[in-house]
């Protein structure tokens, strides 16, 4: 009998012990490994060069290999303080579209006028009619000007805003950023799951990545913005690049479907920067060979030169997923030149990964 209670007694501590292996296992921070010489040394070549350009970032995290190699913040302390992340935003709300085509409650092909069938302008177009949830998530909604009633105040309904103006291009054909689009992409996630995205995403992103719920800006309505104000940590930031770099793996739990981190992470559209149209870029001095603009649109993402891929903020946000390297690249920052920040990555810190 003694004998029998002892088993079990051994066999609840060794299972117990089991468990918190398991557990203590599970990243929480992602691992750190030491920094090469070559890394520190391109490292220091980097901020010296952004300090002669006048670049301010803010901070820097390299992922290689599934372990921190490099970490540097403009001061002590910050590197627990959310940062704002602009339009890298996008890329989280095209995050919870995937996930909610994935749990069967929409399509990339579903109509934007079918969820919001009392918001309609007196007169619905054609093209407006024609209007995809996947054009919306290519930046290919047709309008040949970008709507700006997010930047008013007031009780306008920015749904209503964005299915009133007008449609210009036959929807999928025509490229231009639009920031509102994503803002209708949030809207329709909350429609269809009855959850704000950043609610949406708590549970099936930001737990198991180990994110403390985000501060997430919301429009009047009581929307998040979708397009733009996330905040998140650097490292956060990291972690989001090696969740999207292991093809939506997380602790061996898939996290986002892989095949919708191909759709989003591939080009599927022609692109140019923010505020350029495509036919404009010639004359401005952009071409394919020097512009990350113009490397292609997925989902909310960015194709760049050296065939990685980018989500992509204002003032110079950055998570930058490099397969080929199996590393990522996370910056924050407030620089006004983002393509010489981004040639500062390539020259600096590419070479060395």
């Not at 036919?279 to 997925?298: F, L, N, P």
Request: charged share 25%.
């Amino acid at each position: 009998m003694r004998k029998t209670i002892f088993a079990a007694l051994v066999l609840m501590v060794l299972t117990a012990c089991k468990n918190n292996v398991k557990e203590t296992a599970e990243i929480i921070d992602l691992p750190r490994a030491e920094t090469p010489d070559s890394v520190a040394k391109a490292m220091d070549g980097f901020f010296e060069q952004a300090a002669s350009d006048s670049m301010d970032i803010h901070s820097v995290m390299i992922v290689r290999d599934g372990s921190v190699i490099y970490s540097r913040w403009q001061s002590e302390g910050v590197d627990t303080v959310p940062h704002v992340l602009h339009s890298v935003s996008k890329t989280f709300t095209a995050t919870a579209v995937g996930l909610a085509i994935a749990d069967g409650k929409m399509a990339l092909t579903d109509k934007v006028i079918d969820f919001f069938p009392d918001k309609l302008p007196a007169e619905v177009s054609e093209n407006l009619k024609a209007m995809t949830v996947r054009d919306l998530l290519t930046m290919t909604c047709g309008h040949d000007e970008e709507p700006s009633t997010r930047r008013e105040g007031g009780n306008v309904d920015w749904v209503e805003a964005f299915l009133a103006h007008p449609v210009v291009h036959e929807p999928g054909t025509f490229y231009l950023y639009n920031s509102l689009g994503t803002y209708m992409l949030s809207a329709i996630v909350q429609k269809v799951t009855g959850e704000k995205v950043v609610d949406y995403l708590n549970t099936r992103l930001f737990e198991p990545l180990h994110i403390d719920k985000p501060r997430w800006e919301e429009s009047p309505q009581g929307i998040n913005t979708g397009g733009w104000g996330l905040y998140l940590k650097t490292e956060d930031l990291a972690k989001m690049g090696q969740l999207l770099l292991q093809m939506g793996e997380w602790n061996g739990r898939q996290i986002i479907p892989a095949d919708w981190v191909a759709e989003m992470s591939k080009k599927q559209v022609d692109s140019v920067n923010p505020g350029t149209r495509l036919e404009d870029a010639a004359a401005k001095g952009m071409t394919t060979e020097t512009s990350d603009w113009m490397q292609g649109y997925g989902y909310q993402m960015w194709r760049c030169r050296p065939g990685c891929f980018r989500a992509d903020g204002a003032r110079g946000q950055y998570i930058i997923v490099v397969p080929d390297k199996n590393a990522v690249i996370a910056i924050t920052s407030n620089v006004a030149d983002l393509q010489g920040e981004l040639n500062l990555v390539w020259d600096n810190i590419l070479p060395v990964l």
